[in-house]
Each structure stands twice: as structure tokens, then as C-alpha cells.
């Protein structure tokens, strides 16, 4: 490892810088110079800031031969707000003509199927119908939304184009009368809106659980 001496001299040679020269930087003699790169004595504090600054290396260098390592810069990824508006936005444009495409389509679907007399078939365009206007129109939870009109208007219908009748399942007596499909559909028609009042909550939960302020 070399001495102190060692690596003033070194340096001076590097920056191509005579004994004289260094010398009338640091305000001292040449002898005085000769000394430091001797060994023969050691540079003061104010000299060896002066000499770290004229190299440009760190005092900690000049007397234990280290380098002073700098940290590589850590970058750091932050979102642009204008650019995730301009993202929404788009999407919301998305969603709307999304949404004025499959409202149109579905719907004259809807109303063919409702002329011809296909009442129960007419429930799948219906509800794909209601959902691109609640696209279109932007709301929150299409989804839901859509499954409960669909839900409300097939069990006000059903009764006036099919036999089903979601109470069978509290007459027992029907089950020995062969309305056992009949009594299947009840069953689900009920399991479908504990499904939809569950789902209802889930969405919800935010607003109907809402933590009181604390004041």
C-alpha cells in the first residue's frame, strides 16, 4: 500500500505539475513539498483541503488511499396525473360507444324477438341492451345494475308467459303433482336474488359501512 508521500507525488505527476508549481498553489516552499513527498513530514489540515481540492480528490484519499465510493442514483417512477386523466377519459369514450353499439343492436334484437312472440328468449338481448346504455350513460356497477332490471322485469313477466311461480316452493303438496321442474325454478329464481342482494352489499359496503368521523 503507499504512503502518503506516495500518493501526493503521484497525483502532482498526473496533473503534470512540477515540485514549483504545487508549490506556489499551496503558498509554501519547494523543500516543503519534497518533505510531504518524502515522508518526512506530513501536510497540515488546511494544506491537505487545499491539496484535495487542487487534485480533486477527497482528503480520505490523500491520507488512507480510499476512494470515496458515490451511490448510483436511484430513480424513482411517478405517474403523470395529466396522462392518467387523458387515459380515463379515453376509456370512458371507450365504454361509451361501446356501450351505444350494444344498446342499439341488442335492443332492435329485443323488440324482433318481442314481435315473433319469443318471450322467454328475449330476456338475454334485453339485459345485454340495458347494459350498453348503462355504459353508454357511464354509471357506476353496469354489471349490477344490469342483473337487477333484468332480475325485476323477468319476475314481473314470468308469470304471463310461463307457469312458473316462484311461491310454489312454499306449497310442499305441488311436488307430488309433477311440477317438479316448475318447483326447480323457484328455487333458483329465490337463490338469484340472494346471489344479487349479496353482491349488492359487497358493492356497497363502502357506503352502507361508512366509519363514523372522528371529531
Not at 504545487?22 to 513539498?33: E, F, G, H, N, Y
Not at 396525473?81 to 365504454?95: A, L, Y
Not at 328475449?122 to 356497477?141: R, S, Y
Request: with cysteine; proline share 5%.
Amino acid at each position: 500500500m503507499s504512503s502518503i508521500g506516495e500518493r501526493i507525488y503521484d497525483l502532482r505527476n498526473r496533473n503534470n505539475m512540477s515540485q514549483g508549481n504545487l508549490a506556489d498553489k499551496l503558498d509554501v516552499s519547494r523543500q516543503t513539498i519534497s518533505k510531504w513527498e518524502n515522508n518526512m513530514c506530513l501536510p497540515e489540515a488546511e494544506k491537505l483541503l487545499q491539496l484535495s481540492e487542487i487534485f480533486g480528490v477527497s482528503i480520505d484519499y490523500i491520507l488512507k488511499g480510499k476512494t470515496i465510493v458515490e451511490p448510483e442514483p436511484v430513480y424513482i417512477y411517478v405517474k403523470d396525473p395529466d396522462s392518467e386523466n387523458v387515459s380515463k377519459h379515453n376509456e370512458r369514450i371507450v365504454r361509451k360507444y361501446v356501450g351505444i353499439v350494444l344498446a342499439i343492436i341488442f335492443g332492435i334484437i329485443s323488440i324482433v324477438l318481442l314481435i315473433l312472440g319469443g318471450y322467454v328468449l328475449t330476456v338475454i338481448p334485453f339485459a345485454v341492451a340495458v347494459l350498453g346504455v348503462l355504459l353508454a350513460k357511464d354509471a357506476k356497477h353496469p354489471w349490477l345494475i344490469t342483473c337487477w332490471i333484468t332480475y325485476i322485469t323477468g319476475l314481473v313477466s314470468l308469470p304471463f308467459f310461463t307457469s312458473i311461480n316462484p311461491f310454489m316452493i312454499f306449497y310442499p303438496i305441488i311436488y307430488t303433482e309433477g311440477y317438479t321442474l316448475h318447483l326447480l325454478w323457484g328455487y333458483g329464481i329465490w337463490a338469484a336474488l340472494a346471489i344479487l342482494i349479496l353482491c349488492t352489499v359487497k358493492a356497497k359496503r363502502g357506503y352502507i359501512f361508512r366509519p363514523k368521523d372522528k371529531n
